[in-house]
């Protein structure tokens, strides 16, 4: 593809300068900020951030597609439909690419000359941010992954991959600042993608300690007995299949009966529950499905600790930053989490959680046994998490530190 040529940015305003305006951008048809949202992380992760600028004393001017086409593209039901067949991925290539083109048009025009940085959500077949740089406007971009790598292997939700991969690795390179998760997603970037490391900032995801707080919400507990849970998107990297069979086996070896609670829908829900029918969990096991946004606190608030144990993707180091880590903890619940580095920086072993080795059942039996035998401590652990989070792991704190590291690489710092 032919490298487009931007136009070279006007002096560095500051954010310290006087009040500022922020376009924020997502060109994805799946996400939304619609309640009925399927991509429900998306979701939240584009909130959290709007919010944050705003209690920071931006203005925020959001353009994002999903929002503003059919909500039948971003409802339940949408991913599942991507992956019928080749024609369908490759259609809704073919729809992405166009909605791409003419979204980046009308977001230019509708924001020309009314905002100071545009920060984009990048998505596959997207760069709105572009036309701004032309007009010497910073493009700010955020990725939460190797997009087209995931999509293609691990989602297989994309057909057009070369395309798509050529417009990725483009925009990564043409922004004025990038921004992503994890530095493993960093030394990604770097290595791969050959992205000056000058220019890229790592910001882990946050929470909404307002909305994530325990005192707000009465728990919806669906079992008597001591309770393991998930929130999420239920993904083959998510390990649920580890956790039942851990599960299992803590009760034939040790008699410890432990319930699961598992709120989220995904490509692997029918193979999961078909695990726990064969491994004699039925009555202990219970998929909720999807809720509605304001009920997850309400499910969180009904374990007595909450399960991150995401395991290793296919071809990349884990750079994943997961949300539910940051929401477990912001609801006072103490966390059984493979041992991945945003999980190594939250999660103190035995005060605030309890950490096993990624994918590794005997780890994370003995994990669940420790949680177990010490839950009368259970509520001390998590009032600490949560303490820390609400401190360090805010939304607002993660764009504070987002704006002090644009402003430097702006300015010519870095």
């Known amino acids: 593809m032919e490298k487009i040529r931007t136009k070279a940015r006007g002096p560095h305003k500051p954010a310290a300068a006087g009040q500022m305006r922020l376009g924020y951008l997502s060109g994805a048809p799946r996400v939304s900020t619609r309640p009925t949202a399927e991509v429900s992380g998306a979701r939240t992760h584009v909130l959290g951030v709007m919010h944050a600028f705003e209690a920071l004393g931006w203005e925020v001017l959001p353009y994002i597609v999903g929002d503003r086409i059919g909500e039948r593209c971003s409802g339940r039901g949408s991913e599942r439909a991507l992956g019928k067949s080749f024609l ?22 509708e924001f020309a000359g009314r905002v100071d940085w545009v920060y984009e959500r990048l998505a596959v077949f997207q760069a709105m941010g572009r036309r701004f740089q032309r007009q010497g406007i910073p493009w700010i971009l955020e990725t939460n992954a190797p997009l087209t790598y995931e999509a293609k292997v691990e989602r297989r939700s994309v057909a057009l991959s070369t395309l798509a991969h050529s417009i990725e690795l483009s925009a990564y390179r043409d922004c004025d600042v990038l921004i992503c998760v994890s530095k493993e997603l960093r030394e990604i970037l770097t290595s791969c993608a ?84 064969e491994l004699g969990l039925s009555e202990r096991v219970r998929f909720v499905g999807r809720v509605p946004p304001d009920d997850v606190p309400r499910y969180i608030a009904g ?72 839950r009368d401590r259970h509520e001390a652990m998590g009032n600490e998490a949560r303490a820390n989070v609400v401190s360090r792991h805010s939304w607002i704190a993660r764009v504070r530190q987002m704006v002090t590291g644009i402003d430097a690489i702006l300015g010519g710092e870095s």
């Open 194 to 277: 050959k992205v000056p490391a000058r220019k890229i900032l790592v910001i882990p995801n946050g929470v909404d300690t307002a909305v994530y707080d325990p005192a707000r919400y009465q728990s919806l507990r669906l079992f008597q007995g001591f309770t393991v849970g998930f929130v999420g998107s239920l993904y083959r990297w998510q390990a649920l299949d580890l956790l039942l069979k851990a599960v299992a086996e803590i009760e034939s070896e040790r008699g410890i009966v432990l319930n699961v609670v598992v709120v989220g829908d995904g490509a692997m829900r029918s193979e999961w529950e078909l695990l726990s029918r």
């Open 303 to 374: 374990f007595d600790v909450a399960y991150s144990g995401q395991t290793a993707l296919q071809n990349h180091p884990m750079y994943l930053s997961p949300l539910k880590l940051y929401e477990y903890q912001a609801m006072a619940k103490p966390v059984v989490a493979s041992a991945y580095s945003d999980a190594r920086q939250l999660i103190q072993q035995g005060e605030t959680g309890y950490l096993f080795d990624p994918g590794n059942r005997e780890s994370l039996k003995q994990a669940l046994i420790a949680a177990y035998e010490t």
């Open 88 to 109: 369908h991925l490759l259609a809704a290539d073919a729809v992405r690419y166009g909605l791409g083109i003419g979204h980046s048009y009308r977001a230019h025009k």
